[in-house]
Protein backbone atom coordinates (compact mmCIF):
# COMPACT_ATOMS: atom_id res chain seq x y z
CA UNK A 1 0.00 0.00 0.00
CA UNK A 2 1.38 3.15 -0.86
CA UNK A 3 1.48 6.32 2.13
CA UNK A 4 -0.66 9.23 1.18
CA UNK A 5 1.95 12.11 0.65
CA UNK A 6 1.59 14.21 3.52
CA UNK A 7 3.61 17.52 5.02
CA UNK A 8 5.33 17.00 7.93
CA UNK A 9 6.03 18.86 11.20
CA UNK A 10 7.88 18.49 14.00
CA UNK A 11 6.29 21.75 15.99
CA UNK A 12 4.50 21.07 19.35
CA UNK A 13 1.16 21.11 19.48
CA UNK A 14 -0.83 22.92 22.71
CA UNK A 15 -4.21 21.82 23.37
CA UNK A 16 -6.70 24.17 25.40
CA UNK A 17 -9.88 22.67 26.15
CA UNK A 18 -12.68 23.41 27.84
CA UNK A 19 -14.51 20.53 30.34
CA UNK A 20 -18.52 21.06 30.80
CA UNK A 21 -18.95 20.48 34.40
CA UNK A 22 -22.37 22.45 34.96
CA UNK A 23 -24.50 19.34 35.67
CA UNK A 24 -21.24 17.87 38.43
CA UNK A 25 -20.42 21.45 39.20
CA UNK A 26 -20.72 20.42 43.36
CA UNK A 27 -18.49 17.01 42.42
CA UNK A 28 -15.74 19.89 41.49
CA UNK A 29 -16.71 22.03 44.32
CA UNK A 30 -16.23 19.85 46.79
CA UNK A 31 -13.35 18.46 45.72
CA UNK A 32 -12.02 21.83 45.66
CA UNK A 33 -12.76 21.85 49.29
CA UNK A 34 -11.14 18.27 49.73
CA UNK A 35 -14.16 16.55 50.31
CA UNK A 36 -15.74 13.74 48.17
CA UNK A 37 -19.41 13.73 46.75
CA UNK A 38 -21.13 12.22 44.04
CA UNK A 39 -24.82 11.71 42.79
CA UNK A 40 -27.44 9.26 43.79
CA UNK A 41 -30.62 8.85 41.44
CA UNK A 42 -33.62 9.50 43.32
CA UNK A 43 -35.36 7.00 41.16
CA UNK A 44 -33.90 3.71 41.66
CA UNK A 45 -31.00 4.73 44.90
CA UNK A 46 -28.08 4.17 42.14
CA UNK A 47 -24.91 5.42 43.59
CA UNK A 48 -22.79 6.32 40.50
CA UNK A 49 -19.18 7.77 40.72
CA UNK A 50 -17.61 9.51 38.76
CA UNK A 51 -21.10 11.61 39.09
CA UNK A 52 -23.34 11.00 36.70
CA UNK A 53 -25.89 13.90 35.63
CA UNK A 54 -28.21 10.94 34.18
CA UNK A 55 -28.57 7.66 35.72
CA UNK A 56 -26.99 4.99 33.99
CA UNK A 57 -29.05 2.06 34.91
CA UNK A 58 -32.40 4.04 34.61
CA UNK A 59 -32.04 6.92 32.75
CA UNK A 60 -33.51 9.12 35.04
CA UNK A 61 -32.19 12.77 35.65
CA UNK A 62 -33.39 13.41 39.57
CA UNK A 63 -30.37 12.72 41.12
CA UNK A 64 -29.27 13.97 44.67
CA UNK A 65 -25.88 14.78 45.83
CA UNK A 66 -24.50 12.18 48.63
CA UNK A 67 -20.66 12.43 50.47
CA UNK A 68 -18.38 9.27 49.25
CA UNK A 69 -16.54 7.33 51.74
CA UNK A 70 -12.57 7.44 50.78
CA UNK A 71 -11.63 4.30 51.97
CA UNK A 72 -10.88 1.67 49.00
CA UNK A 73 -9.03 -1.99 48.46
CA UNK A 74 -6.68 -2.09 45.87
CA UNK A 75 -8.57 -4.81 43.02
CA UNK A 76 -6.08 -4.22 40.48
CA UNK A 77 -3.50 -1.57 38.64
CA UNK A 78 -1.02 -0.72 35.97
CA UNK A 79 2.50 0.53 35.70
CA UNK A 80 2.40 3.42 32.86
CA UNK A 81 5.58 3.24 31.60
CA UNK A 82 5.13 5.02 28.11
CA UNK A 83 2.77 8.09 28.90
CA UNK A 84 0.19 9.21 26.34
CA UNK A 85 1.06 12.66 24.49
CA UNK A 86 -1.29 14.55 26.88
CA UNK A 87 0.68 13.01 30.23
CA UNK A 88 4.29 12.93 28.65
CA UNK A 89 6.03 15.41 30.83
CA UNK A 90 4.60 12.78 33.84
CA UNK A 91 7.08 10.02 34.91
CA UNK A 92 5.73 6.71 34.93
CA UNK A 93 2.54 6.45 36.85
CA UNK A 94 0.48 3.73 38.39
CA UNK A 95 -3.38 3.72 37.52
CA UNK A 96 -5.17 1.69 40.11
CA UNK A 97 -8.58 0.51 40.48
CA UNK A 98 -9.77 0.42 43.85
CA UNK A 99 -13.30 -0.67 45.25
CA UNK A 100 -14.69 1.54 47.47
CA UNK A 101 -16.09 0.50 50.75
CA UNK A 102 -20.36 0.79 49.27
CA UNK A 103 -18.35 -1.84 46.25
CA UNK A 104 -18.07 0.95 43.85
CA UNK A 105 -14.94 0.89 41.38
CA UNK A 106 -12.80 3.87 40.88
CA UNK A 107 -10.22 4.41 38.36
CA UNK A 108 -7.76 6.36 39.64
CA UNK A 109 -3.70 7.75 39.49
CA UNK A 110 -2.02 5.98 42.62
CA UNK A 111 0.63 8.16 44.62
CA UNK A 112 3.13 7.82 47.11
CA UNK A 113 4.34 4.24 46.40
CA UNK A 114 6.19 2.18 44.31
CA UNK A 115 5.02 -0.82 42.24
CA UNK A 116 6.56 -2.49 44.26
CA UNK A 117 4.82 -2.50 47.30
CA UNK A 118 1.75 -2.87 45.67
CA UNK A 119 -0.50 -5.98 46.90
CA UNK A 120 -4.07 -6.65 45.49
CA UNK A 121 -6.43 -5.68 48.73
CA UNK A 122 -4.26 -3.57 50.83
CA UNK A 123 -6.18 -0.64 51.56
CA UNK A 124 -6.26 2.86 49.74
CA UNK A 125 -7.89 6.29 50.39
CA UNK A 126 -8.85 8.87 48.12
CA UNK A 127 -7.24 12.38 47.79
CA UNK A 128 -7.88 15.35 46.93
CA UNK A 129 -5.36 17.39 44.65
CA UNK A 130 -4.93 19.95 42.76
CA UNK A 131 -3.72 20.51 38.97
CA UNK A 132 -1.03 23.27 38.16
CA UNK A 133 -3.67 24.83 36.28
CA UNK A 134 -5.90 24.89 39.45
CA UNK A 135 -8.28 22.34 38.57
CA UNK A 136 -9.63 19.95 41.49
CA UNK A 137 -8.50 15.94 40.48
CA UNK A 138 -8.18 13.34 42.76
CA UNK A 139 -5.57 10.48 43.41
CA UNK A 140 -5.79 6.96 45.66
CA UNK A 141 -2.73 7.05 47.87
CA UNK A 142 -1.59 4.19 50.33
CA UNK A 143 -4.17 4.12 53.27
ZN1 LIG B 1 -31.67 5.43 38.43
Redesign the pocket.
Given at each position: MQEEPTLKSRRSLTLRFGIPIAKTREFWDALRDGRFVTTK?K??G?ISFPPQAD?P??G?GDHEWVALGTEAKLVTYTHVMVTPASFVENDPYIIAIGELTNGLKVLAWLEGTTIEKLKPGMGMRLEARQSREGNPYYVFVPA
Open positions: CSCKCRCS
